[in-house]
């Protein structure tokens, strides 16, 4: 079935710095790849779609220029957190496929901001 | 806009109890409707995936049900183990799209 590989799995930043979290489909190409955040206790929150070759689309609320998405080639989409403080301590997880064939996600990153 | 909810938050059960998860939504024109496992602070896994023209769909010990006109899922979990304590999410795509709205998931612990 699809696999999406996601990496780091856990990472601690100090606060101001960035952090880049990559998603790779390993055995498919995912055209789109899908950006969520948890907060501890609460749901899924969809961030962002990003599409390959194109800009991504942000969902309300979410800083563009604080979580920059590229997706450049059809195997990888990376989400940089810019300037970390700690409210962005989070768990982010992405998402690729879809349709008939369900959704894989990839196995999540939980960033700690100091 | 679909809403998802997840009923109840958390549920504590002996070994060996089978148990119903609830899912409610209130956009009934949806194109499937997916159960995942989350365990603490890892990603999720899929469990069971319901096409809008099934009723349900079981692996293993799960059965997932959907009643599209009721705007509501369950899932069944049968003789519960240890093993089962997870969160279980329940989620469906927005409207025509690929986006998915989650529920708030329901906090399982089977008790040995």
């Known amino acids: 079935g699809a696999v999406v590989s996601q990496h780091p799995s856990w990472v601690i930043c100090k606060s101001g710095t960035s952090v880049k979290i990559e998603c790779r489909s390993l055995?498919?190409?995912?055209?789109?790849m899908f950006w969520y955040r948890q907060f501890p206790k609460q749901s899924l929150m969809l961030m962002a779609t990003?599409?390959?070759?194109?800009?991504?689309?942000?969902e309300q609320g979410v800083e563009k220029d604080k979580f920059l998405i590229n997706h450049a080639s059809l195997t990888l989409s990376t989400l940089t957190v810019t300037s970390a403080h700690p409210e962005d301590s989070s768990f982010y997880i992405c998402?690729?496929?879809?349709?008939?064939?369900?959704?894989?996600f990839g196995s999540g990153t939980r960033l700690t901001v100091v | 806009k679909q809403e998802v909810t997840q009923i109840p938050a958390a549920l504590s059960v002996p070994e060996g109890e089978n148990l119903v998860l609830n899912c409610s939504f209130t956009?009934?024109?949806?194109?499937?409707l997916q159960w995942f496992r989350q365990d603490p602070g890892k990603g999720l896994t899929s469990l069971l995936l319901?096409?809008?023209?099934?009723r349900e769909q079981t692996s293993g010990r799960l059965n997932a049900s959907l009643d599209k006109s009721s705007g509501r899922s369950t899932l069944y979990i049968a003789a519960s183990q240890p093993g089962d304590s997870a969160t279980y999410l329940c989620?469906?795509?927005?409207?025509?799209?690929?986006?998915?709205?989650f529920g708030k998931g329901t906090k399982l612990t089977v008790n040995p």
């Open positions: 956009d009934s024109a949806i194109y499937n």
């Open positions: 319901i096409q809008s023209s099934q």
């Open positions: 998402r690729g496929g879809g349709g008939d064939y369900g959704y894989t």
């Open positions: 055995d498919f190409q995912a055209t789109t």
């Open positions: 990003s599409n390959e070759g194109s800009k991504a689309t942000y």
């Open positions: 989620a469906l795509p927005q409207g025509g799209s690929e986006k998915l709205v």
